[in-house]
T-cell receptor, first 112, second 117 residues
Framework: GESVGLHLPTLSVQEGDNSIINCAYS??????FIWYKQESGKGPQFIID?????DKRQGQRVTVLLNKTVKHLSLQIAATQPGDSAVYFC???????????FGSGTRLQVQP | SAVISQKPSRDICQRGTSLTIQCQVD?????MFWYRQQPGQSLTLIAT?????????ESGFVIDKFPISRPNLTFSTLTVSNMSPEDSSIYLC??????????????FGPGTRLLVL
């Protein structure tokens, strides 16, 4: 595969543990946030989103937390599995902009 | 979501040549975008492809280098012109289904992996 995530910070966890991936954003006007998962050789895949009027949203095995005070977003993955190994990107948008701005990404490695 | 396909999936090109990348969506979408992902990096927006009018380019990207077409609501092309090794990247098509408002999910195609020698 190509070098997606080659130079990105890496989080290494044991299979079955919970994972927490963090993201800081700078635009205080951002009002919509998305987490994407990118596996080697593929495009980013939507995981979960959250609007700025919420501070927590849960999906299947994933939870996104938003702290607007400190401009921080996190993705929690419960019972991490080897198939969760990928690069994870946060993305943000604000009312004045139609396209997403992406964070720098974190590579998640799940050890069996 | 939307099913998005891109052609070619990968290519190796000689410097000075041009490559046109196609993006096809399985249903009509309002917004289509083109992103670049350089090796080991995050995604950077190149431009918004506008149906029936010229694309809207981000700072640092120009039409002469990255001409874009969008003839209808399901199809767009991005051309990488006069390529150099610095253009080696993954090029990604993205779509938003609805009115293009800020609070809207974008979905991505599989990407086109370009290597320029």
């Amino acid at each position: 595969g190509e070098s997606v995530g080659l130079h990105l910070p890496t989080l290494s966890v044991q299979e079955g543990d919970n994972s927490i991936i963090n993201c800081a954003y700078s635009n205080s006007a951002s009002d919509y946030f998305i987490w994407y998962k990118q596996e080697s050789g593929k495009g980013p895949q939507f995981i979960i989103d959250i609007r700025s009027n919420m501070d927590k949203r849960q999906g299947q095995r994933v939870t996104v937390l938003l702290n607007k005070t400190v401009k921080h977003l996190s993705l929690q993955i419960a019972a991490t599995q080897p198939g969760d190994s990928a690069v994870y990107f946060c993305a943000e948008n604000d009312t004045g902009r139609r396209a997403l701005t992406f964070g720098s990404g974190t590579r998640l490695q799940v050890q069996p | 979501s939307a099913v998005i396909s891109q052609k070619p999936s990968r290519d190796i090109c000689q410097r000075g040549t041009s490559l046109t990348i196609q993006c096809q969506v399985d249903s009509q979408v309002t917004m289509m975008f083109w992103y670049r992902q350089q090796p080991g990096q995050s995604l950077t927006l190149i431009a918004t492809a506008n149906q029936g009018s010229e694309a809207t380019y981000e700072s640092g990207f120009v039409i002469d280098k990255f001409p874009i077409s969008r003839p209808n609501l399901t199809f767009s092309t991005l051309t990488v012109s006069n390529m150099s090794p610095e253009d080696s990247s993954i090029y990604l098509c993205s779509v938003a289904r609805g009115g293009g408002g800020a609070l809207e999910t974008q979905y991505f195609g599989p990407g086109t992996r370009l290597l320029v020698l």
